[in-house]
């Protein structure tokens, strides 16, 4: 009797026993939290390996704490990361909110993305330009020409990040026996970049490393290269990664969808408040009227350089042909403000304000041009949409140099707080930042390469 009570009370039956087992099973269950709730009720990513979320394994050499060189911004150290990265929000503002996919004509985000990636390392310290004893005379020839080159190791805790820096760091420091490939570089238990066919290669001495420019990553990373030896360095299916994370993020969801021939994984927006506020603040900043940046415009306070990834976030979605979306307002849910749709003067001087904030920032140091656009068409479009309105001076010229200042004050807090950060020269100059405007360079030239 014993042993079929007991089995009974497995089973979940309300058979007799003692007290105390009485007491077992009748206790509630469990309650089963949800994959974006952490231990403080924070919404956090369900698989993400960060200390605090959920009960994954993290190696901590890999993901230090947030007070090191990644966490540095304007205001200092300490700073955190946003939830969302650059890619993410480019992928998230080009998607259709009920649809789920992105416009079969765009052919800029492709490109644009692996800029982005660029940008987000480039913003986290991993990677910068090579120091040159040039000085001066570096800044004379092209900026997307210059050498890029790994300074942090470490993981990121996004895929394709991480993956992005294993194959950069396979380039630069290729494994002993002269194994080229990207992919048969892995991260190692012992922080170290090893390869699992290193130990059966002939031994033929140090191989010498490759260190390759900013224009010919974006090339490689985006397929577009005629050489067979190289086409393993092309990211597969990186908007359908980046659609995936936003769903573990709770930003999107996944539906199928019927297109009359096949069937196709589709993205709807799930939670509106997150891409009502990006169309907010990239409004806020393209409509602002005054020399100081406004705070709608801007990251919470305390994130990792506040301004610059604004401003990455207007210049990427600019090019990206993905802008055009935000001109036309947002409704994020009833317990908040809608966005109104621009009118159509006021959607031609927000677009030229981007042209101008991406010719300012595309160049090294920033504001350093005397010309207004960063194309020639851009420039033509400028200066009837001047003839249109009736104005001959540069409306919200004031504003882009205030932007360019924010950002630059940023810069200068970054470069003072401490010699141990990674990515500045002997000199002073910030190789990582000077790497995010060598991508806008390549960047602006998007439509005459494609």
């Known amino acids: ?37 952490g231990t403080n009720n924070t ?12 009960k994954i394994a993290y190696d901590p050499r890999d993901l230090p704490p947030s007070s090191t060189n990644d966490g540095l911004d304007g205001g200092g150290r300490g700073a955190g990361l946003p939830r969302l990265t650059i890619m993410e929000e480019i992928l998230l503002l080009g998607l259709k909110d009920k649809q789920g996919y ?22 986290r310290r991993r990677i910068a330009l090579v120091k040159d004893s040039l000085g001066s005379r570096r800044r004379a020839g092209s900026l997307s020409e210059r050498l890029v080159e790994v ?46 066919s290193s130990s059966s290669a002939s031994n033929t001495g140090p191989s010498t490393g490759e260190k390759l420019s900013i224009s010919t990553w974006v090339d490689l990373l985006s397929g577009e290269t005629w050489n067979v030896l190289k ?23 996944t539906e199928k969808r019927n297109f009359l021939l096949f069937d196709m994984a589709t993205h709807p927006v799930a939670d509106s408040t997150v891409k009502a506020s990006l169309i907010s603040r990239i409004l806020a900043l393209l409509t602002s009227t ?28 600019y090019t990206a042909s993905v802008l055009d979306g935000t001109m036309g307002g947002a409704i994020s849910s009833s317990t908040t403000h809608s966005i109104p749709p621009l009118g159509y003067e006021e959607r031609e001087a927000a677009f030229v304000r981007a042209d101008e904030i991406l010719a300012e920032f595309s160049v090294w140091p920033w504001g350093a041009t005397n010309e207004i656009g960063s194309t020639p068409g851009s420039r033509k479009r400028s200066s009837s949409s001047r003839i249109a309105t009736g104005s001959s001076a540069d409306q919200g010229r004031e504003s882009v140099l205030g932007l360019v200042a924010e950002a ?20 002073g100059q910030d190789l990582c930042l000077e790497l995010v405007a060598g991508v806008l360079e390549v960047l602006s030239r998007l439509d005459s390469l494609l």
């Open 1 to 37: 009797m014993a042993s079929a009570s007991g089995l009974s009370r497995r089973r979940g039956g309300g058979g007799g026993g003692t007290s105390s087992t009485s007491t077992t099973s009748t206790s509630p269950p469990p309650s089963r939290s949800s994959s974006f709730t």
């Open 43 to 54: 919404r956090t990513h369900a698989g993400s390996a960060f200390e605090g979320g959920s």
């Open 102 to 123: 992105l416009s079969f004509w765009n052919d800029n985000i492709s490109y644009a993305l692996r800029g982005c990636i660029l940008i987000e390392l480039a913003l």
């Open 151 to 196: 300074v942090d190791e470490r993981m990121t805790g996004e895929t394709i990040l991480d993956e992005t820096l294993r194959m950069m760091k396979a380039t630069q420091d290729p494994p002993p026996g002269g194994l080229h490939n990207p992919n048969s570089a892995v991260w190692g238990s012992a922080g170290s970049w090893t390869s699992p």
């Open 231 to 253: 086409i393993g360095f092309q990211l597969k299916q990186v908007r359908e990664r980046l659609a995936k994370g936003l769903v573990d993020k709770g930003v999107l969801r």
């Open 290 to 317: 005054t020399s100081s940046v406004p705070p709608s415009a801007l990251l919470p306070e305390g994130t990792q350089c506040r301004v610059i990834r604004s401003v990455c976030l207007v210049c990427a979605a």
């Open 408 to 427: 630059k004050n940023e810069m200068g807090v970054i470069a003072s707080a401490g010699s141990g950060i990674q990515g500045i020269s002997d000199d």
